[in-house]
């Protein structure tokens, strides 16, 4: 059965800055990016900071690479594949300090660039859903604190036992229709600011 001639790619309309120099390998490695429907924007020199308005930045791998990445490791902004020319020795602990989501070696085909825009997004997607899963739990252990702060303020104030210092605290953010981390926050402000 034949695939329809209008369907989308995967990779289609993804922004990608591509940072290598205009030579043959660099023009060809454009080409098989356009070739998959990436909107595609060339830039030389490489930049002192990597740009973040895109999805995707292929980047030629050199010594300072690190210093041009403008995100914390952990937390990109883009998915970042590093471009080998194979002109020297492969410096695996550089492309560890760049926390790339992958390598692109020269010569350019066009099946390892497909690979590797499709695994460096995926990677680049789950390592966000894994920094969103990361950044919940902190926010549930804070407010657990919050609440275990304020369920014992509660308990030492009004002589309640901690039971019941919770039911008030769930019965107070179901009536102001808030979370009760912010019942819980706005006890300990103002038991902090009475004291």
Same mark, same amino acid.
């Given at each position: 059965?034949?695939?329809?001639?209008?369907?989308?790619?995967? !990779?289609?309309?993804?922004?990608?800055? =591509?940072?290598?120099? +205009?030579?043959?390998?660099?023009?060809?490695?454009?080409?098989?990016?356009?070739?998959?429907?990436?909107?595609?924007?060339?830039?030389?020199?490489?930049p002192p900071q990597l740009p973040v308005d895109c999805d995707l930045v292929f980047?030629?791998?050199?010594?300072?690479?690190?210093?041009r990445i403008p995100w914390l490791p952990g937390e990109p902004e883009a998915g970042l594949v590093l471009v080998d020319r194979g002109v020297s020795n492969l410096d695996l602990k550089?492309? !560890?300090?760049?926390?790339?989501?992958? =390598?692109?070696?020269? +010569?350019?085909v066009q099946r390892a660039v497909q690979t590797c825009v499709a695994l460096?997004?995926?990677?680049?997607?789950?390592e966000r859903r894994l920094r969103n899963?990361?950044?919940?739990?902190?926010?549930?252990?804070?407010?657990?604190?919050?609440?275990e702060r304020a369920k014992s303020l509660l308990v030492r104030v009004k002589n309640v036992s901690e039971e019941?210092?919770?039911?008030?605290?769930?019965?107070?953010?179901?009536?102001?229709?808030?979370t009760i981390g912010a019942v819980a926050n706005?006890?300990?402000d103002s038991h902090e600011l009475l004291s």
């Open positions: 059965m034949r695939k329809n001639a209008t369907a989308t790619t995967p !990779h289609q309309n993804l922004r990608i800055a =591509v940072i290598v120099e +205009p030579d043959e390998d660099g023009e060809r490695l454009i080409r098989e990016l356009q070739r998959l429907r990436c909107e595609v924007r060339h830039i030389w020199p490489i980047c030629t791998l050199v010594e300072d690479m690190p210093k550089l492309i !560890h300090n760049c926390a790339a989501h992958g =390598v692109l070696h020269y +010569p350019v460096a997004r995926e990677h680049f997607l789950y899963r990361i950044d919940k739990l902190d926010e549930n252990l804070r407010t657990m604190r919050l609440v019941e210092a919770y039911n008030y605290l769930r019965r107070q953010a179901m009536e102001r229709r808030v706005a006890i300990i």
